[in-house]
């Protein structure tokens, strides 16, 4: 650690390169990053045809995998959470298997549960939410 506050992280693994090696590997490279779980999510851009795959920290709710649309508290939403919204028709990998999933965001009643599950894997997500006035979704990707 750095400071108090701020763990060291390892971004050798990152964005499209992430994805790539993921892929590869069935996730034996890239699906445990900085001591958090990864899945590789794989939404449908604003043309309708183009794919957008995003490695993302993710939890599990019973069969449904979690992931938090947080974009390190930013002010706005990152560009795949526009896609699910947009079309919530997905595939989400964990390791070698692709489920094709349906997107939705988590509830208000159900969000405190869901919220839990996920800063147990990652704590920072409650200082992303400290940092930024919107409401950071949280989407629940059950399988089809």
């Given at each position: 650690?750095?400071?108090?506050t ?5 971004y ?70 526009a ?42 997500y ?19």
């Amino acid at each position: 650690m750095t400071d108090d506050t701020k763990p060291v992280r390892d971004y050798s693994l990152f964005g499209d390169e992430h994805v790539r090696r993921y892929r590869e590997t069935d996730g034996e490279v890239g699906h445990i990053w900085n001591g958090a779980p990864i899945t590789i999510l794989s939404t449908t851009r604003k043309d309708g045809v183009t794919p957008r795959d995003v490695p993302l920290i993710y939890g599990r709710d019973g069969d449904d995998v979690l992931v938090v649309a947080s974009k390190g508290g930013a002010p706005d939403n990152p560009l795949w959470y526009a896609d699910l919204v947009r079309d919530p028709e997905v595939t989400v990998q964990v390791l070698g298997e692709v489920t094709p999933s349906r997107a939705r965001t988590a509830t208000a009643e159900e969000k405190p549960r869901l919220w839990s599950i996920m800063t147990a894997i990652w704590p920072e997500y409650d200082g992303y939410q400290a940092r930024t006035d919107r409401d950071i979704p949280l989407v629940v990707l059950e399988p089809r």
